[in-house]
Nanobody, 116 residues
Framework: EVQLVESGGGLVQPGGSLRRSCVAS????????MSWARQAPGKGLEWISQ????????SYANSVKGRFTISRDNAKNTLYLQLNSLKTEDTAMYYC?????????RGQGTPVTVSS
């Protein structure tokens, strides 16, 4: 059974930073691409970043490019998302997912609230 357990959400002021983690189990993590998505209150799901299995090829949505960084540690079965220069519009529930954009295999999500 695929399990994705996220942590690292919380409340942060505009301009601040957070690091999200996602520990994976139930599949061969090092062979799978991974992604991050988010859903802001009252809005649809937005795919924001993905990374290939080797951690070399990365892509970002325009809304987060230059501010967020995706990475992974295949020895620890862990996916990361570093969120910098946070804006109020980054407030959302954040999900990690197994696979590329559009995957239905997602974690439970944890909230990030950006507010002064």
């Amino acid at each position: 059974e695929v399990q994705l357990v996220e942590s690292g959400g919380g409340l942060v002021q505009p301009g601040g930073s957070l690091r999200r983690s996602c520990v994976a189990s139930g599949f061969t993590f090092r062979r799978s691409s991974m992604s991050w998505a988010r859903q802001a209150p009252g809005k649809g799901l937005e795919w924001i970043s993905q990374i290939n299995s080797g951690g070399v090829i990365k892509s970002y949505a325009n809304s987060v490019k230059g501010r967020f960084t995706i990475s992974r540690d295949n020895a620890k079965n862990t996916l990361y998302l570093q969120l910098n220069s946070l804006k109020t519009e980054d407030t959302a529930m954040y999900y990690c997912a197994k696979g590329d954009y559009g995957s239905t295999l997602r974690g439970q999500g944890t909230p990030v609230t950006v507010s002064s």
